[in-house]
């Protein structure tokens, strides 16, 4: 059973904007992403907004994988900030998870 952590969310929205609600689910980035990672933003994203933590932490990987080439966003046709919404994972890591 996924455990909901609504706090996780509020870290998210407090370190940087986060608009991944604007996915329109249209699958542009998943088809364009050099690295494959057909995770971002279309499910990990929306865990995120649904307060599941562990996800995120289960994919950490992928996270790390993304090269920040703004790929996906440059062609996304609801102005998600990909990018920047990665970055904000990679920093809630960073900090919250594995206080590096
Ligand atoms: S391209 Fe944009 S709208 Fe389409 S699935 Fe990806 S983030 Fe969502
Ligand atoms: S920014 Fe990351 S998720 Fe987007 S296309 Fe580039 S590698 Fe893939």
Do not use: W
Request: proline share 4%; charged share 25%; with cysteine.
């Amino acid at each position: 059973m996924l455990e909901v952590k609504p706090e996780f969310l509020e870290q998210m929205k407090l370190s940087e904007e986060f608009n991944a609600s604007a996915c329109i689910n249209c699958g542009t980035c998943t088809a364009l992403c050099p690295m494959e990672i057909g995770l971002l933003p279309r499910h990990l994203f929306r865990y995120v907004l649904m307060g599941i933590e562990e996800k995120v932490i289960e994919n950490t990987e992928n996270i790390y994988s993304c090269l920040l080439c703004k790929m996906c966003e440059d062609n996304c046709p609801a102005g998600v900030h990909i990018a920047e919404n990665v970055r904000a994972l990679r920093s809630y890591l960073n900090e919250t998870v594995y206080r590096l």
